[in-house]
Each structure stands twice: as C-alpha cells, then as structure tokens.
C-alpha cells in the first residue's frame, strides 16, 4: 500500500477536504462571494429546502437550480459529493429526481460511490445501489468504490459492496441465459424447444428469487448462480456439439 502522504498528494477523495467546512470553503467564488445557495440544505439534509428551490418557480434560484447543484469544484465534485461527505442519503434520493447524472466522475475518475466508500456513509452507499449506480466504475487509480472502501478500512461498506457486486453477478448471468433465448445468434448453436423453455423458466424463476429476497447473503446469491450454471452447462455443451447427419 502507498503511504498516506502519497494518497494525500495525489488528490484522493476523502483526504483533498478534512471536513465539511474545507468543502464549503471551496465552494465560495472569492472572499467575498456569495456561498452556493444549495450547499447548506445539500449539508444539513434541508429535503424540503432544496424541493422548493428546485419546484417553486418563485423562489430567487430556481431558474439557476441545476446549474448551482452541477457547480464542480477544483478536482471536478458538484453538491452531490457534499451530500455523500455528509452521508446525507435523503438528499441524495430527492436530487436524483431531477435526472443528474450519479455516475459522474471527478478529474481523477471518483464517481459518488468513491465518496460515500472513503467516508464509510453505509446508507449513502445503500441509496445510491438502490438508485442503479454503476458500482463497477473505476477511479484513476483502477480502483472501485470496494477497494476505495478497504483503502480507509471502511469494513461495513467493503462487506456491504461485496454483497452489491454478488447480486450484480447474479443479475449479469441471468441476463446473459436470457439472451440466448432471445438473441439466438449469440449463441453458439441451435437452441431446442425445450432447452429454450428450459431456460426461459429457470431465468424467470431467479429473477423472481431476486426480488423476493433483498436481504439475501453473499453465499446465497453466489449459490442460485451456481444452480443456473448448472441448468445451463448441459444445454450449451449440446448446442455446441456438431451434430452429424445419419447416413
């Protein structure tokens, strides 16, 4: 591992600010300038307070709300960091409402998730997987948000990212089976009328365990993987057999 100085000078997420009131520093345009009007409802978690800047076409901001909320620092952060920093997970909801991008990267490629992984915010990082982030998504460094998280040995949102990364496995597999039902010519072969059933059912039934089971373990997920692997093999050894015309 890098020693922490090195970390330091090269910018990471969490060590660039110490606290929030280094974030809010930074966002202020000169000595004298006004803070970003956003910044402190973003901080406090002021749900409310934001909504009405955003939907209250009255309200001095709102024309300007977006363009306030997507003001980036030095190194590239918007308010959405702020709020990740914060482990505000409300705020993070309510913005995502607006269509921002959460997988916006930095300069140095630390998308929110890198954020909430270095400053151990568990139901920030909970919110933002249940939001569809990409939490395969690599800073500078070919790091994910996992290996950010044990960097700062931030253990629950290591465990809690592992967990995210064997539903995604899961999730990715039964996508892949599917598609050879539905996109034949990415198979390697023909697909019989009962394999293809045989497939369609087992993919329907895995999708189903998937959502009926949200607080599924780790070695659950991996073992429905296994059981679909097992369904699978045989039909696509079969289909990539020649078969040879009887004479």
């Not at 950010?148 to 990715?172: G, N, P």
């Not at 597999?173 to 990415?186: A, D, G, N, Q, R």
């Not at 697909?191 to 059912?201: E, G, V």
Request: with cysteine; net charge negative; charged share 30%.
């Amino acid at each position: 591992m890098e020693p922490e100085g090195t970390l330091e000078s090269e910018g990471s997420e969490k060590s660039l600010f110490s606290s929030q009131q280094d974030y809010e520093e930074s966002q202020e345009t000169d000595e004298t300038g006004p803070e970003n009007p956003l910044l402190q409802p973003a901080l406090t978690g002021d749900v409310e307070g934001l909504q009405k800047i955003f939907e209250d076409p009255e309200h001095p901001h709102h024309e300007h709300a977006m363009q306030l909320l997507l003001e980036e620092d030095i190194v590239g952060r918007n308010l959405l960091y702020a709020a990740c920093m914060a482990g505000k997970s409300d705020v993070i909801r309510a913005l995502a409402k607006y269509g921002v991008n959460l997988n916006e990267k930095t300069a140095r490629g630390y998308t929110l998730l890198h954020c909430a992984a270095a400053w151990g915010r568990l139901e920030t990082l909970k919110a933002l997987v249940e939001l569809d982030v990409d939490i395969e998504a690599l800073n500078f460094r070919g790091e994910k948000a996992r290996d950010v998280a044990a960097r700062y040995s931030q253990t629950e949102c290591v465990h809690f990212l592992d967990w995210a990364d064997a539903r995604l496995i899961l999730k990715k597999f039964i996508i892949k089976s599917s598609l050879i039902v539905t996109e034949p010519e990415k198979g390697p072969g023909k697909l019989l009328k009962d394999d293809k059933n045989t497939i369609l059912n087992a993919c329907r039934m895995k999708n189903e365990w998937l959502e009926t089971h949200p607080e599924a373990s780790i070695s659950e997920l991996f073992e429905q993987k296994q059981q679909l692997e097992e369904i699978m093999t045989p039909i696509l050894t079969k289909m990539s057999t020649p078969r040879f015309a009887i004479p």
